[in-house]
């Protein structure tokens, strides 16, 4: 059981909603995810066209919403984001996310510290999308986070682990859960971020622009399983020459 | 009657109208939004209680898809 703040999860694969081809192929793939955690964003409605309404079916699916900060440029904007989500979605989880660079949404690690300390001494319950920066990540849960996301590699770009020797480190040191985000891009780097012993993963684009999205979300549901259950079973030691697994008998000079 | 700036466009609107008839004039679900007065959010449990004046900044926001 994974806790976060006063929230459990059965299920350590969390999902984005994002970047699905309609609602329903959306909502289908969460199902088949699993998942108990998933990601919305906050935006203006614009009165002149119909919205859809994601929170209702997703709600009536039984997972936790986790809001997100996505568009806020800096600290002030995205407390506000927050509050306008808690108000919303009466939850004080939020994913604090602040990337105003629009080409490689890279978090800007100052405004994201800023704002994670006003946060949680407002009460959220805080999940910061940050570099796979170690010491940031401890600055972070110093502040009072309930766990850190740093990314696998820039949001979106399927590239997988880039950071990999990074999130070891963090995985290594922090007391608090730690979620890999972004840039995961297909099931064996997922299982593979869990084998390393982080405590939960966060997918989106691998599965929401798949050909297949459905079939690909119970991929990623097998895939942070079996990475999890690796990691419990604890993975053998790596060694550079070769030790033999069968005896070594010398049939030629019997 | 009233001026307000609704979502960045200016409405007109009768004066003794409150936040909530605002929302319910509008054909929105009140269940699923929060709003903005001003540049600050408006607990739900005021909305009925607060009336629209004349130059008001009224934002409503939804959850979108993302991730």
Redesign the interface.
């Known amino acids: 059981m994974l806790s976060i703040g006063n929230h459990n999860f059965e299920s350590r694969l969390f999902t ?5 081809s309609d ?1 329903k192929t ?1 909502l289908a793939a969460i199902s088949a995810t699993e998942s108990q955690l998933v ?9 002149s066209k119909d ?6 079916p997703l709600q009536q699916m039984g997972v936790k ?1 986790l ?2 900060t ?1 568009g806020a440029r800096n600290a002030k904007e995205a407390v ?1 984001a927050a ?3 808690s ?3 009466g939850t004080k989880l939020i994913k604090l996310e602040i990337h105003p660079d629009p080409k490689y949404l890279m978090p800007d690690a100052v405004e994201t510290l800023q704002a994670a300390e006003t946060l949680c001494n407002k009460g959220f319950t805080v999940l910061p999308y940050v570099h796979a920066d170690p010491v940031l990540c401890y600055r972070l849960e110093e502040v009072g986070c309930a766990a850190v996301m740093p990314l696998g590699s820039p ?2 770009s399927n590239q997988g682990l880039a950071t990999e020797p990074f999130l070891e480190i963090i995985i290594e040191q922090a007391n608090i859960p730690v979620v890999v985000d972004a840039g995961i891009g297909a099931p064996s780097q997922a299982c593979r971020a869990m084998e390393m012993g982080a405590d939960a993963v ?1 997918v ?2 691998a599965i929401a622009s798949s050909a297949d999205p459905v079939l690909m979300a119970k991929c990623f549901n097998q895939a942070v399983k079996t990475g999890r259950q690796a990691y419990l079973a604890g993975l053998g030691n790596v060694t550079k020459q070769a030790e033999h697994t069968s005896p070594l008998t010398n049939f030629l000079n019997l | 009657m009233i001026t307000i700036e609704f979502n960045g466009s200016a409405e007109n609107l009768d004066s003794n109208a409150n936040l909530l008839q605002l929302i319910e004039l509008k054909n929105l679900n009140p269940k699923s939004l929060a709003l903005v007065l001003n540049d600050q959010v408006v607990p739900r449990s005021r909305w009925a209680q607060i009336e629209c004046q004349q130059s008001d900044k009224i934002d409503i926001f939804s959850a979108v898809a993302g991730g």
């Open positions: 984005g909603t994002g970047k699905f609602a959306m990601t919305l964003a906050m935006k203006r409605i614009d009165p919205f859809d309404d994601l929170l209702t919403i809001p997100n996505a506000f509050e306008l989500a108000e919303m979605l949001i979106g966060l989106n684009t």
